[in-house]
């Protein structure tokens, strides 16, 4: 069962005005967007999206528990059972969020999923290391396209060599990604499904932050 604070702590994507996706928030800040009239839920429902302010949204969320119990995650109350918000739009905002994806030790794991890019294990963060495939002794850069995650002993058996030099393989050539790669994650989870109509490459290519 989903206690009150790790419902609180659920993500919700948010869209501008316009229905760009610009950023990912907790549930906790969602619903004081909602209580502040600066935001409505988009819920999509067969394809097709509609529109709820927040006391709409407290209405329909008996019907919620009745027929999709299982869909929504609860925020339980002293006096309702309110369904987390998967989507809000914002109502008075049109800016776009940066463009470029953050170079950071988060971004570039999760663009790994935590996979090890030589021996091809999964392995927890904290045994996970940053290597340049082309090491910087050798003029490689400090780059989306020249670092990977990779194990400690993957890492110390490559040394500063190339995977050539060392005779290793990397299992996929690194790229910088297109959009936020902790964003791309949560896409795999049946939950996030309905994000997917407001991050479709061909829509929205700009950076989402989490």
Known sequence: MTTATAALDEKVLVLNRTYTAVRVISARRAFTMLCKEIAEV????DGAYRNYDFESWIQIAELQREFEPESHTWVRTARIELAVPKIIRLLGYDRLPRQQVKLNRRNLYARDASKCQYCGKNFPTKELTLDHVVPRVQGGGHTWTNLVCACVRCNAKK?????????MKLLRKPVRPKRNPTITLRLGNQKYQSWKAFLNDAYWTVELRD
């Not at 988009?42 to 429902?45: F, M, N, R, T």
């Not at 040394?159 to 005779?167: D, F, L, N």
């Open 42 to 45: 988009i819920a999509v429902e």
């Open 159 to 167: 040394g500063g060599r190339t995977p050539e030099q060392a005779r």
